[in-house]
């Protein structure tokens, strides 16, 4: 699929992160991952309350990710909580297919992610279920309740799609980081100092520093209240 950037988009403070994303060789499935958190890693208070950590510009370079990738990909527990419609609307673009990642068969078939607009409807099962009309189920299958990344991405190559862009939860980005699935991560710190509440990025304990992911890193201010992290995670692994 191709993805074009717009004069408009390519403008912004980081067209060079956008781009690089265009352009990523389509020989292999090239994977991005997106999480907006405040300057102390949170993404929600203690009441779980997360909108709006990141202002305008973290928003709108969201919504010009989604714009450039072929399909966005979020777990059904960001469904249960934010109702999301993950549609490109504060930018220039087509909607990419919208992915959901059900294992448990939680989901009950609503939501704002399932409206008809033209756009691909994908739910990943671990087992063939009925879905809405119009939305494509996909089996992967799953161990203790949970999909592998790398089968996850491998089935959505199998269906065309070669830029993805993982958007949340904080979970699912986290397991498809510790599984290695990530090409790119792209950090929004919004100018805000939580002190408590979840944490960001939860990945598998660390007795060693040494072992720490050390990614060769950009960084563009967006605006006034966000900053964009680019890291690139495919040859970040510690020594």
């Not at 993404?43 to 909108?51: F, L």
């Not at 704002?112 to 009925?130: M, Q, Y």
């Not at 040494?210 to 605006?223: F, M």
């Amino acid at each position: 699929m191709e993805r074009a950037l717009t004069q408009a988009d390519a403008s912004t403070p980081a067209a060079q992160a956008l781009a690089r994303i265009r352009q990523a060789d389509s020989a292999r499935p090239f994977v991005v991952a997106q999480l907006g958190q405040s300057l102390d890693g949170r993404i929600a208070t203690v009441s779980g309350e997360s909108r709006y950590i990141n202002g305008d510009e973290g928003l709108d370079h969201l919504h010009r990710l989604r714009a450039v990738v072929d399909a966005v990909v979020v777990g059904a527990g960001t469904i249960d909580a934010d109702n999301p419609q993950l549609t490109v609307r504060r930018a220039s673009g087509q909607n990419p297919a919208r992915v959901v990642i059900d294992p448990r068969g939680r989901l009950n078939g609503a939501g704002r992610w399932l409206a008809d607009d033209g756009a691909p409807r994908i739910l990943l099962s671990a087992a063939p279920r009925s879905t809405p009309a119009g939305v494509e189920a996909i089996v992967v299958p799953a161990r203790a309740g949970r999909m592998a990344p790398a089968a996850i991405v491998a089935a959505l190559a199998a269906r065309g799609f070669r830029r993805i862009l993982i958007e949340g939860g904080a979970r699912t980005i986290s397991a498809f980081i510790d599984a290695g699935a990530v090409d790119r991560l792209h950090l929004i710190f919004g100018c805000t100092i939580i002190g408590s509440g979840r944490a960001g990025l939860q990945l598998e304990p660390l007795a060693r520093l040494a072992d720490a992911l050390r990614p060769a890193t950009e960084v563009y201010k967006l605006g006034r209240h966000d900053i964009l992290f680019d890291c690139g995670l495919r040859d970040a692994a510690g020594d």
